[in-house]
């Protein structure tokens, strides 16, 4: 257990921070439909659920956007345009939800994000935190939506993972490969493997997707049991907390 | 002695207002106070920082008490954490035993959290701000990992995002580093976590994913 003492005040300096609280990180400065913005909202807001039913509720919300599929697009686009670049929780929220509507229309606006230039790292000093990460987690979302366009059958879509496959960010580059490999048809994937043979990439095909339960593992504990170890107190139960 | 000012949506995807939820029950805050390292630092989690506030998910107490849910109830069954069980399982114990000491502060702006040694881990705003809920469970346990005895041993590839050649990368996937911890966390979660969403496991899954690509001296050669 710790030597400290439990809450003690002390002579140091921590410090302060003030929040702001706004209802929500949008503006949909370009839509009046109230109705549709609310579901664009609800559906952004059920992606963070937790609980037993945060699956069910989240799958309602999508799908009852769903019925307006076509409006919301624009909606969706247009929002994603007016955030501020550093709100990328928010920025990736929009793109997550243009992949979930599989609307044929979204594969262009789709392709402009991905193609969309990386602006520069603004954590330089940082190891663990990274603003160009960020952006490539939004663009790869991005590329996932494309995915499940191609999946549909959307011809724009196998071109635009063609076109990704040699996006200068390796990340960009290798979701794209792997995705038309998964839903191209045989000529997308002979044109694929001539273009990284050309590019001396070909070790893009050898990265394969993997359950989770066939890579090696973490041996947890090894090494690693602190000194002081705390005594093992069981969390409390769920049971009666989520019907 | 710092003051920052942050700007919060009451409304996102973070997953914050619906953990809130959950978590505003005494027996909950009693345990992760008591058990990932927040006791005897009252007066960091003071001032703005949630401590007489802890239902507010605006604030960031709350926030990290919703990553210590992700931590604690992401397993399906959750009571196992043996170590022969899935990181999913055993990474709040591995944090348990290893994070004593968790404090808050502003930060300037270079790092989500910082292990400083002998149980103590640093976290700053953007740990609540910027990650969302399982992504701060992630940063506990790539935290936990550095307390464990595991520094970064490698310099980014060329082309990481992290940036090619500083150092800060794991050398590999066997070295079994802070970066294996966090992406193998979210890989688990996005395979079989629980009470949460498909969005947020996809999200998990893109982050683990750029972990691999990029956070690695040589690449593992699989991805999520």
Sequence with gaps: MSGRSPDTPFLGGPDTLETTVVEHPFSFRDSQDKEL??????????????????????????????????????????????????????????VQLLSELRQPEAAAALNRIIASRIPAEKARGSHDDSTVTEEVIIRTTAVEGVVRLSADGVEEARKILLRHARNRTFSIRRASVQGLLETGDDADKRELRALLKERGEQGLLRIKRMDVSQVPQAIGGRFVVHPDVKREVPPPDLSGEEG | MATCTYTVPDKNAS???FYGAVICNQAYVDYFWNTYGFSGNKAYWDDGWGW??????????????????????????????????????????????????????????????????????????????TKDVPGRAETLIHEARHQGGKPHDAKFPTGST???????????????????????????????GARTTSALRNRARQRGNVVIDNAFATHPGFSI
């Design chain 1, 37 to 94: 913005n609310a579901q664009i909202l609800e559906a952004v807001n059920r992606m963070g659920g937790a609980g037993e039913d945060a699956e069910d509720n989240y799958r309602r919300a999508v799908d009852e956007l769903g019925k307006r599929a076509g409006e919301a697009l624009g909606v969706i686009v247009a929002e994603y345009e007016a955030l501020p670049e550093d709100r990328y929780l928010d920025r990736w929220s929009l």
């Design chain 2, 15 to 17: 997953g914050d207002n």
């Design chain 2, 52 to 129: 007489d506030d802890s239902c507010n998910t605006s604030k960031p107490l709350a926030r990290a008490f919703n990553g210590c849910y992700a931590l604690t109830y992401s397993a399906p069954d959750y009571l196992n954490d043996s170590y022969s069980s899935a990181i999913l399982n055993w990474g709040r114990r591995y944090v348990r035993e290893n994070i004593d000491d968790l404090r808050c502060f502003c930060g300037d702006g270079t790092a989500i959290a910082r292990s400083k040694g002998g149980g103590l881990v640093e976290v700053y705003l953007g740990f609540f701000y």
């Design chain 2, 162 to 192: 992290f940036g090619g050649g500083k150092s800060g990368a794991d050398s590999s996937w066997g070295y079994e580093g802070a970066w294996m911890y966090g992406a193998l966390y979210l890989w688990w979660y996005y395979a079989a």
